[in-house]
């Protein structure tokens, strides 16, 4: 376990069928892409937890009423991402968490698309805040699936 506490958000759309993993639907099915995406988000909430850097934090959009994400609160907080685009989302989400953590070193914000991301992945990304001021993993497509703060 770290000695500072490096809270984990796991930023993820509700799984609803015709709205989650949309590109995967033609092979997959509606449905099918839906339940790909419920079990990718309980892997995702899994692993942070399985980190055991800080709080967990599950993230939701539109907000946090889904059942699927409702079936994680006995572990994490829940949280809704509220509108705008994805950095105003994110940085939404990071004060919210930073406002309710201030002795945390950071955090780190992950999507529920990124399955290779697992607990020691997390653990060396938190481990790096403290002498860095962001941490990325860069994704394939050019993006990143995570990015930590301090």
């Known amino acids: 376990p770290m000695s500072m506490s490096v809270p984990v ?7 609803r069928a015709g709205e989650a993993k949309t590109r995967l639907a033609p092979a997959l099915g509606a449905q099918g892409a ?4 419920a079990r990718l988000l309980d892997h ?3 692993q942070a937890l399985a980190a055991d850097c800080g709080a967990v934090w599950l993230v939701g959009a539109p907000d946090a009423s889904d059942v699927a994400f409702q079936r ?3 572990r994490v907080r829940l949280a809704g991402q509220g509108g705008g685009d994805l950095g105003a989302r994110m940085h939404r989400a990071f004060g919210q968490v930073f406002d309710a953590t201030p002795g945390a070193l950071g955090a780190l914000l992950i999507g529920s ?7 020691a992945a997390l ?3 938190a481990a790096a805040l403290a002498d860095h001021d962001a941490v990325f993993v860069p994704a394939l497509d050019g993006g990143y699936a995570l990015v930590g703060l301090r």
């Open 9 to 15: 958000i796991v930023f993820a759309k509700a799984p």
């Open 34 to 37: 839906a339940a790909l995406a």
């Open 44 to 46: 995702a909430v899994a």
């Open 72 to 74: 994680h609160a006995a």
């Open 113 to 119: 698309d990124a399955p290779a991301l697992d607990a």
């Open 123 to 125: 653990r060396a990304a």
